[in-house]
């Protein structure tokens, strides 16, 4: 058991080794933050969060909303470019899940398409470090299901899901953290804001109510600049 552990140690530090020695060739060719972040510098990125947030969904009943902390997934790719030395503007679209509270009990989910633009502002702290952060408005649209009473021409009355249009503002912001991990190439983390303020329609009953997520979530993403 020990030599298997020692041989499991030596190979983990000759990969770590090896990884680092790959990354330090990439850094010694790399132009450096301050060079990759000027003006007319352009890049495209990929971005993911994922946790659990609060929503505040309106009820059909009416009275106060249903809240509840819940499932919030946003993968979205983004286009950005240095407009200035420093300063980014972004455009993203990507796809967004999230579960509405019905009732205390019951929740459905929704999935939309997000639209974005933003501007984000790279402080160099090293040559491979930078702090951002970004603010950022944008819109989404797409559907979900709610379950409603239906009552039959024999006054039976049944409950069924009925499929419904979502849409709404987003706005968001950030502060991230970016690091080089090869010559053009940044890891990028940090806390993302969102806020999303919206409506959901239920054509069979003409109504419409509003939803509102208000999320913090720990952003991933990669970001390669040409």
Request: charged share 15%; proline share 3%.
């Amino acid at each position: 058991m020990s030599r298997t552990l020692t041989r499991c140690a030596v190979a983990l530090s000759a990969a770590l080794l090896l990884v680092a020695a790959s990354a330090s060739t990439s850094f010694a060719k790399s132009p450096g933050m301050n060079k990759l972040t000027e003006a007319g510098q352009l890049g495209l990125g990929f971005n993911g969060a994922f946790n659990f947030t609060w929503v505040s969904n309106d009820t059909l009943e009416g009275g106060d909303p249903a809240n509840n902390s819940t499932l919030f997934l946003l993968l979205s790719p983004e286009l950005g470019y240095f407009f200035s030395d420093r300063a980014q503007i972004t455009f993203n679209a990507g796809g967004l899940v999230r579960r509405l509270a019905r009732t205390a009990e019951s929740s459905n989910t929704s999935t939309d398409l997000l639209l974005g633009v933003g501007a984000k502002y790279h402080v160099p702290l090293t040559e491979v470090f930078t702090f951002i952060p970004g603010v950022g408005v944008g819109g989404y649209f797409g559907g979900a299901s709610r379950p409603i009473q239906v009552t039959a021409e024999d006054g039976t009355i049944t409950t069924a899901d009925e499929s419904t249009s979502t849409y709404g503002l987003d706005l968001n912001g950030q502060l991230a953290f970016g690091y080089l991990v090869g010559e053009r190439t940044s890891l990028i983390t940090g806390l993302q804001l969102h806020y999303l303020l919206g409506n959901e329609n239920i054509s069979s009953l003409d109504r419409s109510l509003t939803i509102q997520t208000f999320n913090t979530s720990l952003n991933i993403g990669i970001f390669y600049f040409f």
